[in-house]
């Protein structure tokens, strides 16, 4: 919007120069002298002053297309910065680092982030000393050929690869690398982006390792198999099903007394099952997910897997299935969609699903007002640096449990950056309670914390937008937030601002 506005107003500002001169050159006496003779080009050697008002007039307009161009430039290159800060940010604040190195012999490296050293524990000169700056050094030997082999490079342009790594005191990290081509001083070179995955390769071993308990269970005869025979509307189930549910494995009158039996389902579940029960008579597979009461009392999740086999006429004849315990791998599946939507520090909402939820609440409640709170930590890197990231990590744990005491189960809790948070807010009432939650958020977060014999106490910085005012979706919010937060860090720590809109772009109030 601001790029447009200006080539507008360049626009108009040569257009007028241009009128301006134009008409000055046709009041000359000169001027029109020369439209009306047949040799303008001598007439000018013989009266320079007209020329020397065309050369003028040119170099304006040059003088304002250069101006023109190299405003363009110029927001080019601030745009560009602002993405690089914004990357630098990011890789900063999670567990990952960015690699160029040559692919031969023990992969020399000739740049490496920030993040790469925190890694692997070790600064520039210390990676130097110790490694020769060698990034195999930290790669574990069967993944060597992952970083030297560059064929896949050359036909794809990219690759990628789950490795594992060590630090210098020998810690294990597994490792997402994305490799891509580059140069460095006209030879081949490789850039690596390494990612933290080792929380969720965890999960996934554990997942492999329950699925693989779950295939023996089930073939130790862990599942229920029945027949259904139409005709006699018998349902004859093996014996586990009255060890595991605790019913008679008989069932006469099945279909038509299914009501009596439906007890058994969860009653969320009891509608959709039965109905799938009752109108399925498909050849072929047929498969139904529902809740069962075990002989316990605790509803387990059961798969229901049957056939249904058909006489010359097609008429259903017989069923013959098995009921599967799904609960165990139910339970793997929800833990690792809770890793996926979560920060694995502090438990609270990770940047995604913070944005998804927040622009699905909207889309629920558009009429309504709410509030998005951008929150940082001021100082927050000199504790750590002072104090050790353990000590850090304790101080961001101890924020989101005040955060979460404080705030209702309905109200978004998201964790965007190292030590920066989200609140999100839905149905403020009015400006007052705005100002009331804000207050009571900074007042929440002034805590005091002990080192030792020290204590340290820490104040936290706050940016406020509102819906609909200040934006429509999550990142509209977060932009104005950002930016009252950024105001309020500059110049006054520790206290918050609300985003006001105004005609010369965004301030705070």
Known sequence: MKK??????TAAIITAVFASFIILLFLTKEYRKAIHRTSSVLYFNENPSALLWLVIMAGLIAIGLLMWLAKLIFERERLLTEAAMEVRKVTNNIHAGVVNYIPEGVCKIVYASRGYYEIIGMD????????QNSLLGFIMPEYHDFFLNTAVLEKDGYAERMVLMHDCNGKKY????????GVHSGKKAVSAVFVDVSVL?????RL?????RYRIATELSNEVMFEYDYKQDVLTLSEQFTEFYGRERVIPRFREDIEKYAEIIYPGDRRDSMEQILRTKRVGANDIRLRLLDASGEYQWCRILYRVVCDGTGEPVQAVGKISNISMFKREIEQLERVSKTDSLTGAYNKMTTKETVDAYIEQHKEESHMLLMVDLDEFKKVNETYGHRFGD???????????????????????????????IGGVENKEHLIEKAQALQELLRQSYRKGGETVTLSASVGVSMYPEDGTCYEELAYCADSALYEVKANDKGNFAIYSQKETGGSTD
């Open 394 to 424: 304790t101080v961001l744990l101890h924020t989101i449990k005040n955060l979460r005491r404080y705030y209702t189960a309905g109200e978004i809790i998201g964790r965007v950056g190292g030590d920066e948070f989200v609140v999100f």
């Open 124 to 131: 520039r000169e210390g990676l130097y000393e110790v490694y």
């Open 201 to 205: 390769k965890a999960t996934q071993d």
């Open 174 to 181: 597994w490792m997402q690398v994305t490799l891509s081509k």
């Open 208 to 212: 492999l390792k329950e699925q693989e």
């Open 4 to 9: 447009n506005s200006f080539l507008v107003k």
